[in-house]
């Protein structure tokens, strides 16, 4: 089982645009497996932050949107805010149904 | 509104056996469509995918904990569990519970987690 790769960390000012990649293989995010965004503050569980074809949960804002390509995928903060400042898991699945989380990025916001 | 609680003891002796319940509030365990799942998060470090269980009792693990993991449900008291045998400091984690939303129309993600439950390994 591999792990997907993302950087450690992504920082930006108030208002800037920040992306996160998500790294996989031809075993997981490249063989079709949906890849989804978690949010996570120190101290408290992770949340659903993102869905499959960049779909959002209620009450998630449109600032966050997703994209994949290949065996690659990756999370868009538009409008960087102070509340966004948080850790960023990608996950998915292997071709048996494990699933697998990336890595986790740390966002700051400058 | 679906809500899952992790509970079970927070502290373990090495080479003893992790048991935690994941309990499950406001729906049932039985409804098709979801995996519940745990997840673990070592200290300071990423989330970790242990394996998950249907209702049905189908079950799926982390490869390389499949020697030492057993998850179960219990329908009946809507709840699942998790058995880590011989564990060790390395298992020291918040573990968390999570219910994984797979309908046959696709896949949705985790969408409801427990609180996370610590777990020290220790003698």
């Known amino acids: 089982q591999s792990v997907l790769t993302q950087p450690p960390s992504v920082s930006g000012a108030p208002g800037q645009r920040v992306t996160i990649s998500c790294t996989g293989s031809?075993?997981?995010?490249?063989?079709?497996?949906?890849v989804h965004w978690y949010q996570q503050f120190p101290g408290t569980a992770p949340r659903l932050l993102i869905y499959g074809k960049n779909n959002r949960p209620s009450g998630i804002p449109d600032r966050f949107t997703a994209s994949k390509s290949g065996t690659s995928a990756s999370l868009a903060i538009t409008g960087l805010q102070a509340d966004d400042e948080a850790d960023y898991f990608c996950q998915s699945y292997d071709t048996s149904l494990r699933g697998l989380f990336g890595t986790g990025t740390r966002v700051t916001v400058l | 509104q679906v809500q899952l609680q992790e509970s079970g003891p927070g502290l373990v002796k090495p080479s003893q056996t992790l048991s935690l319940t994941c309990t499950v509030s406001?729906?049932?365990?039985?409804?098709?469509?979801?995996?519940w799942s745990w997840i673990r998060q070592h200290p300071g470090k990423g989330l970790e995918w242990l394996g998950y269980?249907?209702?049905?009792?189908?079950?799926n693990y982390k490869t390389s904990l499949k020697s030492r993991l057993v998850i179960s449900v219990d329908t009946s008291k809507n709840q699942f569990s998790l058995r880590l045998a011989s564990v060790t400091a390395a298992d020291t984690a918040v573990y968390y519970c999570a219910r994984d939303v797979r309908p046959v129309t696709g896949d949705f993600g985790m969408d409801v987690w427990g609180p996370g439950t610590t777990v020290i390994v220790s003698s």
């Open positions: 406001g729906g049932s365990i039985s409804t098709g469509g979801y995996y």
């Open positions: 269980i249907y209702y049905s009792g189908d079950t």
């Open positions: 031809s075993s997981d995010i490249g063989a079709g497996s949906s």
